[in-house]
């Protein structure tokens, strides 16, 4: 599960951005050259570019995926909402890295939902026992909290995607947080098809306006489906309403069309 792969960092735009620029010019960067050519500290330099990794900028190799080759060049910073709710679907995603991310995500961020730190650190022990027969510390626990809650709330992690406030000491509550750029819905729609359907072309409507993968981007099925439907005029699928099960057909499958789409070039 690699609970504690922060060593206790939040997520750092600033410091993955550096993490970033090390690898565009020296694919597969080791440490040394990292502690050299950026001011990340020891264990920062453990932490960020395990967070690339899971936020899919880098692969296991630490060569930039296209992602991250499309960020470091267009979005340096990694400013824009467009790109901070890939790095939240990354991380998120049933398929990926972080499973323990994708299930406190799917099972907290509802929006008005409200939590505090003890109901984060009680289920996630419970769900770590479950899935592993392992009981974590209570210290790996409630670090782990506190740097997933941190990625929401801190200026330089995704607070500009408005999903979680602080509305008291380790108290939470989730807001009603913008849609995401249309394009970075594709992307992660095209993503998320090819992990779960490989080179079926046809999925039925459900599957996405109700499942996992409309929970990732707080999406009621309602306004999922206007998203679809304006995705299906960019052309990249095509809706089938006429009779239920409605469907989904995908027409254009390829990431880097999204990724050009997404950051206009």
């Known amino acids: 599960m690699s609970l504690t792969f922060h060593r206790t960092f939040s997520l750092s735009r ?20 990292l502690a050299q050519k950026t001011d990340l ?3 920062q330099q453990e932490a960020m570019p395990r967070y690339a990794y899971r936020a899919g900028l880098l692969d296991k190799k630490r060569h930039l995926t296209s992602l991250g080759n499309f960020v470091v060049q267009h979005d340096s ?6 790109t901070q709710w890939l790095l939240h679907y990354n991380l998120s995603a049933p398929h990926g890295p972080t499973p323990f991310w994708h299930h406190l995500v799917t099972t907290y961020f509802l929006s008005g939902n409200t939590f505090n730190a003890k109901d984060l650190i009680d289920d996630l022990a419970e769900f770590l026992q479950s899935a592993t027969g392992k009981a974590p510390s209570f210290r790996s626990l ?5 740097i997933f809650t941190g990625t929401y709330l801190k200026t330089d992690g995704l607070n500009r995607l408005r999903v979680l406030e602080e509305i008291g000491k380790q108290n939470y509550r989730v807001m009603m ?5 249309i394009w970075t819905l594709g992307y992660a729609l095209m993503d998320y098809w090819k992990a779960h359907y490989g080179e079926r072309l046809t999925i039925n409507m459900i599957d996405i ?3 996992d993968f409309a929970s990732i981007f707080l999406l009621g099925e309602e306004r999922l489906a206007k998203l679809l439907l304006e995705l299906q005029r960019e052309g990249m699928i095509e809706l089938h309403r006429i009779s239920q099960p409605y469907q989904i057909v995908l027409l254009q499958p390829n990431l880097e069309f999204a990724l050009k789409k997404l950051y206009a070039f």
Not at 77 to 82: F, I, Q, V, Y
Not at 142 to 146: A, K, L
Request: net charge positive; proline share 7%; aromatic share 4%.
């Open 142 to 146: 409630r670090s782990t909290i506190t």
């Open 14 to 33: 600033t410091l993955i951005a550096q993490v970033l620029k090390v690898s565009y010019e020296n694919s597969g960067f080791s440490q040394s050259t």
């Open 41 to 43: 500290g020891t264990v």
């Open 209 to 211: 306006t109700r499942g």
């Open 77 to 82: 910073t990694l400013e824009t909402a467009g």
């Open 177 to 181: 947080a913008p849609s995401p750029p």
